[in-house]
């Protein structure tokens, strides 16, 4: 089977203006300055990463050049053939423009997003794929990549071609307990390997991208996007946020439960839950995602301060006879924080369903104000199996018990709820499995993110100036001023200063000699 370069150009970003309530930088940084500001040296440290590259010119130019990505020959080693080099050049291939490129947004320095991988594996795509995924082996018997950027495809497949290759990559995901980060393909619907059920797959915001759902049985893909002028480049952001993550999870920033927070699904969860939703956002219930950008756009600020929210496990667990509901159970316990992760395991029996309930006392001490809720719940496909377990979402209202939200899908192993108005009060969200006969297993390890945030702008006077100030998380809101309170003030970002950053706030200085003005926070188009 012969492996389709993704051709491009140039790396393209460009900065527009969007609508939603969640960051503040523009689309080229898509969060990670906040990031590098808020904590330091998150930058993939102690992470083996994987890059496969189909060739793009001749059958032997598939090379990153170390020179090219400003990394020494000694983090590097290269597959093809069955054989291996620590050495550049050598007779395995060529320099290839595109690795040089995808290496160089993945973990290049400078601009890369995950500059200290401890070691990067650049194989041959076509090789890789026999020798390894087909096979379920690894390159030399020994190497486990944590993260593998996939910046190509099989191209346009047959249902039964792409259900076994999505079967091909879940299996040695499972396997060897990596995270593919796929390509979703640049026009038409999402390809092998961006339609396997444990990969992220990355579409390109901005640039010409392949939307879903997929050909085999409708489920969403890509799981979400990334500036580019194509798939390939989008791609290798998502990798090195993903490497990052990991990294961050294993020091312990997200809690001293470093296992879990290095599960590939809770990596997968936080990656999808920080997400920017751009204007044009929505999705058709069951279905979880949107077709054309899954979960959003990358913001690895949002993932991190999800991370760093910690590990807070379930309330309650319950098991229901199948079928019936699961209205809130009446306790006073609640969820500690607002923004944060779980790690846990779901068990149902051949007669029970099980909820596993997360209460939620949603409230602001200085205004009654609107939340945003963002939840994303996160399940492997097990080896060597073809189906999933049946895991849904769903919130209700825990004073009366009203369901206001839920995410349905019996295809998807990802469930996604987003709210961009949600009052104050107290919540359950549960995670609900499925019991019967036909389950995959009784237990079912599985990750959830969430972040319930507000955001508000606040005016100070100082002197001659006026100071406004709005916190940084949630991340990707711009400052913009107009003439008036219409929709014909003319909002604009220009002439208005870039924040500072200090004590967790944004923070711009405006002087007040050029009369009056008015300000409002909305987050930039990529």
């Not at 320099?95 to 070691?119: E, K, R």
């Not at 005016?459 to 001023?481: C, D, H, K, R």
Request: hydrophobic residues 35%; negative net charge.
């Amino acid at each position: 089977m012969k492996i389709l370069v993704e051709r491009a150009c140039i790396f393209i970003f460009v900065c527009a203006v969007l609508q939603f309530f969640c960051g503040a930088v523009c689309a080229q940084d898509f969060g990670l300055t906040l990031m590098e500001e808020a904590t330091t040296n998150v930058n993939g440290s102690g992470i083996r990463v994987g890059q496969p590259e189909a060739a793009v010119d001749t059958n032997n130019d598939w090379e990153v050049d170390p020179a090219h990505v400003g990394q020494p020959t000694n983090l590097f080693t290269w597959y093809s053939n069955a054989l291996s080099s620590t050495t550049y050049t050598n007779s395995l291939g060529g320099d290839s423009w595109h690795a040089d490129n995808v290496g160089g947004d993945f973990y290049g320095i400078p601009g890369g997003v995950a500059t200290n991988v401890a070691h990067v594996d650049n194989a041959y795509a076509d090789d890789y794929y026999s020798h390894n995924i087909a096979d379920l082996k690894t390159l030399s018997g020994n190497i486990t990549d944590a993260v593998v950027n996939q910046s190509y495809t099989f191209g346009q497949q047959s249902v039964s071609e792409q259900e076994t290759l999505d079967s091909q990559y879940d299996n040695y995901s499972m396997q060897y307990n990596t995270l593919f980060i796929s390509a979703a393909n640049n026009g038409g619907s999402v390809s092998p390997p961006g339609t396997s059920y444990d990969c992220i797959s990355v579409g390109a915001y901005g640039g010409s991208s392949s939307y879903g759902p997929t050909i085999d049985n409708g489920r969403c893909k890509p799981d979400m996007t990334a500036p580019g002028a194509e798939t390939s480049f989008s791609t290798p952001l998502v990798a090195g946020a993903a490497a990052a993550l990991l990294q961050a999870g294993l020091r312990g920033d997200g809690g001293s439960d470093t296992n879990s927070a290095a599960r590939m699904v809770t990596a997968k969860a936080l990656l999808l839950n920080g997400t920017v939703k751009p204007a044009d956002w929505s999705n058709i219930p069951p279905e979880p995602l949107n077709t054309n950008y899954g979960a959003g756009v990358l913001n690895i600020f949002n993932s991190y301060e999800e991370l760093a929210g910690g590990k807070h496990v379930y309330n309650y667990s319950t098991n229901i006879p199948m079928g019936t509901s699961h209205l809130p159970i009446v306790t006073s316990a609640s969820v500690p924080v607002l923004s944060g992760w779980d790690y846990n395991t779901n068990t149902s029996t051949s007669s029970d369903d099980a909820v596993n309930h997360y209460f939620f006392n949603v409230t602001n001490i200085s205004h009654a104000v609107a939340f945003t809720l963002t939840a994303t719940l996160v399940w492997d496909r097990h080896q060597s199996t073809t189906g999933i377990n049946n895991l849904m979402l769903f919130l209700y209202n825990a004073a009366n018990s009203n369901l206001v939200s839920s995410s349905t899908s019996a295809v998807d192993n990802v469930q996604h709820v987003y709210i961009p108005r949600l009052p104050t009060g107290r919540y359950d969200l549960q995670v609900w499995k499925a019991g019967g006969k036909i389950i995959v297993s009784t237990n079912e390890p599985y990750a959830l993110a969430w972040a319930f945030v507000t955001q508000t702008l606040k005016a100070t006077a100082s002197g001659a100036n006026i100071i406004l100030s709005w916190p940084v998380y949630p991340g990707g809101f711009a400052l913009e001023s107009g003439t008036s309170l219409t929709s014909a003030a003319g909002w604009t970002t220009n002439d208005v200063p870039l924040p500072g950053f200090t004590n967790n706030q944004n923070v711009v200085t405006i002087g007040t000699a050029n009369g009056a003005q008015f300000f409002r926070l909305r987050t930039p188009d990529f």
